[in-house]
């Protein structure tokens, strides 16, 4: 009897010791096939990273000749575009300084006559009715109105506030009526071309 039970502890601890056996081959196997399909998503993943480099190195493939000398040509004649632009833009900008200059320079030449005509309607201005004085006014209001039609026109001056921009004081007064550097007369006409000061007004200044 006592024969028997070692002989059937015996092949209990043969059973455990194969089961163990048994899972630890599991296991191993479980392992290498773990280590395998590392393997394999790493070959996959180095494949891959092959194509993306494949396709870089095709992305940057030198261009054709042809094509180089497209966009050579292209940048020439945006620089040639450009600086054409500029100088289209640069003489309007001198033409229109030019014309200003030489409208500006007839203009002064011009107005020594306007001063002429008006100091002869004012010695006529009782004689005004006569073919002689009616025929200066009509040609003085048609000199004026040219000038107007021009972009002249006159400065105002007489009772306004003095301003050094548009009025040359030669002379000064005290007058109560008249406020603090007010103009009280006009000595002689400004005149302004498209709001450029051609001739300061003479005037004389109050207080």
Excluded: C
């Excluded at 059937?8 to 395998?36: C, G, H, I, R, Y």
């Excluded at 292209?74 to 575009?81: C, H, I, T, W």
Aim: charged share 40%; hydrophobic share 30%.
């Amino acid at each position: 009897m006592e024969k028997e039970n070692k002989d059937l502890e015996e092949n209990q601890k043969v059973d455990v010791e194969e089961a163990s056996a048994v899972e630890e081959n599991q296991e191993v196997e479980n392992s290498e096939e773990k280590t395998e399909e590392s393997k394999e998503t790493q070959e996959t993943e180095d494949a891959s990273e092959e194509k993306t480099e494949k396709k870089k190195k095709k992305g940057f493939k030198r261009k054709d000749k042809r094509d180089e000398q497209i966009e050579e040509l292209n940048d020439k004649y945006q620089r040639l575009f450009a600086e054409f632009q500029n100088f289209r833009s640069r003489s309007d900008k001198e033409k229109t300084a030019m014309f200003e200059t030489g409208a500006k320079s007839i203009i002064e030449k011009i107005l020594p006559v306007v001063d002429n005509f008006e100091r002869g309607v004012a010695a006529l201005s009782e004689d005004l009715e006569s073919p002689v004085g009616q025929g200066m006014n009509l040609i003085y209001k048609q000199l004026l109105q040219t000038l107007e039609d021009i972009g002249v026109e006159a400065i105002e001056a007489k009772g306004k506030e003095f301003d050094p921009e548009l009025h040359n004081a030669v002379m000064h007064e005290d007058n109560d009526e008249l406020g603090e550097n007010v103009v009280s007369e006009e000595l002689q006409k400004g005149y302004k071309y498209r709001n450029t000061v051609v001739r300061h007004s003479m005037v004389k200044v109050a207080n």
